[in-house]
Structures are given as C-alpha cells and as structure tokens.
C-alpha cells in the first residue's frame, strides 16, 4: 500500500471521495502508485457511483474502502475519508478522482513546505483567491494537504453549512484564526493535472438530481470564525499586494527551495541578482 522512503518518519493518509468517472478514478489511482515514493495510504469514499466503479475499486487490494449508500457529496465524504485515516498518518490529502500525478517527488515537496514551519497548516496546488482580509481565500480541495494536528485542533470540514463548496475556505478561516497559515505550491514545476470536474458530471443514469455548488457569503464565512473580514477594492488591491508580508499565501522560491533541502541551488539562484 505504502512506499517507504528511507528514514522518512511522515506519512500521509490519501483521502479521495468518488462519483461516477471510472476512467479519471483509475487515472488516478494508477498516477499514485506510479509516482509516490514516499510513504502513504489510499481512502476512497464512493458516493453510490454505478456498479462497475463498485466492480473496480472492490478489487483494489490497496486501498480503504468506503461505499456509501447515498450520495453524501464531497464534504461530507472528505470527513469520512478524514476519519478513517490511520492513526499513524501525519498529514491528510483530500484529492479529487480527476486529478493524475505527474512527478516523483508530488506528495514529499508538499509535506517538505507543510513542515517547513509550525505556522503553516494547510498547503495545495491551487488557490481560491478571494480579495477578502485577512485570509484572502484559502486552498482549493482538488488538492489540498493538511496537517494531521491541525485536524485535531479545530475539527473537521463543515459539511452541514458547506455540503458541496466553501468548506476550504471556511477551514483556512478557522485555521487562520488559531494561528495557522496556508501556502500555494508553485505552478513549475507541475505537480498534478486537474481534468476539472469530471467527478461532477451526471455520467450515472441515476434519476435523483445532483446537488449544485450553492452561492456563499464569505464575508460572512469569515465572520463568524470570529475574524474581522474586510474586503479590498481591486484598486487598493494593487497597492495592497506590493507591502512586504501581505501576500503570506505565496511560496516564495527561496522558500521552496529552502523545504526541499535546496539550499546550494537557492545560493546559486539568488546570486544572479547579487
């Protein structure tokens, strides 16, 4: 189930909640073996897919299944998945079915970024930028790596008021207010390919309707997190942006290259503009 990396003391659990979309599921089951070199754990949570995701993922030998009886929709079946996570899983990984694997080194440079410092909680390939202070969005579920403590600090998704979307958002706002920040991973290099919302599309001949991405305040979102939300013009935005530290969702390279044990290639990057 698990490759294990010399020495390697973290390991995480990955959570993925299934809907239909058997080619993108096997893409990215067989993009995880293929690529994880470190160590790790598959949960997948099936939303009452049609039999023949059933017939698959039932001869997975590799993975802990979940098969529900009901569509709970991703949030709630992100938090099964969360719960089911092996006591000795670090940190959890919530990744969408539509997403393959593209290098080696994925999963280790983002638990590398995770650890780099206490203060960071949550780390992903993509932000749900929001021009709100002071959280500024948060990270998008496609691919989202949180630490496992963090979990434990302040609870799960909000699957309740959040059932489809928001529920990232609403987590690094509560995160954010015990002091935890999250972080962006940069786009070169690639780390995964999103097919983008092909765990969404009605591929079933189930009649009952699916349920759609609901409109959220996330002004409101944040408020009640018990943060002061406040929301930037584009033209302050500008300004905004440019004054050292504001932007502390952005991995900067030094920083990234400083979590994956780069430091001799920092050197050499920076020295150019010496």
Request: glycine content about 6%; aromatic content about 10%.
């Amino acid at each position: 189930m698990a490759q294990t990396a010399p020495g390697n003391k973290y390991k995480v659990s990955i959570v993925i909640v299934t809907y239909n979309a058997l080619d993108f599921i096997k893409i990215c089951l067989d993009s995880i073996r293929k690529y994880t070199t470190m160590p790790y754990e598959i949960v997948v949570v099936d939303n009452l897919s049609e039999p023949p995701v059933r017939d698959y993922l039932n001869q997975q030998p590799d993975i802990k299944l979940i098969l529900n009886d009901e569509n709970k929709l991703w949030c709630a079946g992100s938090n099964q998945g969360i719960r089911a996570a092996g006591d000795d899983c670090t940190h959890i990984l919530l990744l969408n079915s539509d997403i393959e694997v593209r290098r080696a080194d994925w999963l280790q440079q983002m638990v590398n970024v995770s650890n780099s410092s206490d203060r960071i909680g949550v780390v992903g390939t993509k932000h749900t930028f929001l021009r709100i202070h002071p959280t500024f969005g948060g990270i998008d579920g496609q691919c989202m790596l949180i630490k496992k403590k963090l979990i434990d600090e302040i609870g799960l998704l909000d699957s309740e008021q959040f059932p489809w979307n928001g529920s990232p958002i609403d987590f690094a706002a509560r995160a954010f207010k015990k002091g935890y920040i999250y972080k962006v991973m940069p786009k070169n290099p690639e780390l995964v390919i999103h097919y983008r919302a092909m765990s969404c599309r009605d591929f079933s001949s189930n009649t009952e309707p699916k349920a759609r991405p609901q409109a959220i305040d996330y002004q409101q979102v944040i408020r009640k997190t018990g943060l002061n939300p406040v929301k930037i013009p584009r033209w302050a935005w500008q300004i905004y942006k440019l004054l050292p530290g504001k932007q502390f969702y952005r991995l900067t390279r030094e920083e990234f290259l400083l979590a994956n044990g780069k430091d001799e290639i920092r050197r050499k990057f920076y020295a150019r503009y010496d």
